[in-house]
């Protein structure tokens, strides 16, 4: 069953940092995995993107130089490091191949930033 499970969201003051862990089953831990997120009354957005190595990362405007993405192969995880955080931030996040297939979209993990 391809399944994405994100975790290690919360609750976080404004300057503070998380990070988030995104498991993959086999088959869709693929070349080019990415996060995005959702904010409330908004559309989903890519925020950031890794191919196979590592060797390569990319991010939105808005969170280069505090967002970390990063990968483990061999436990078929990926991670979000998120430093600095603003209270637009706050959002549930989400991991998916990159670009995202519809069918794996997982629950997400939720991030909250209160000024």
């Known amino acids: 069953q391809v399944q994405l499970v994100e975790s290690g969201g919360g609750l976080v003051q404004a300057g503070g940092s998380l990070r988030l862990s995104c498991a993959a089953s086999?088959?869709?831990?693929?070349?080019?995995m990415g996060w995005f997120r959702q904010a409330p009354g908004k559309e989903r957005e890519f925020v950031a993107g890794?191919?196979?190595?590592?060797?390569?990362?990319y991010y939105v405007n808005s969170v280069k130089g505090r967002f970390t993405i990063s990968r483990d192969n061999a436990k078929n995880t990926v991670y979000l490091q998120m430093n600095s955080l603003k209270p637009e931030d706050t959002a549930v996040y989400y991991c998916?191949?990159?670009?995202?297939?519809?069918?794996?979209w997982g629950q997400g993990t939720q991030v909250t930033v209160s000024s």
């Open positions: 086999g088959r869709i831990f693929s070349t080019y």
């Open positions: 998916n191949k990159d670009p995202a297939v519809i069918d794996y």
């Open positions: 890794i191919n196979w190595s590592g060797s390569s990362t």
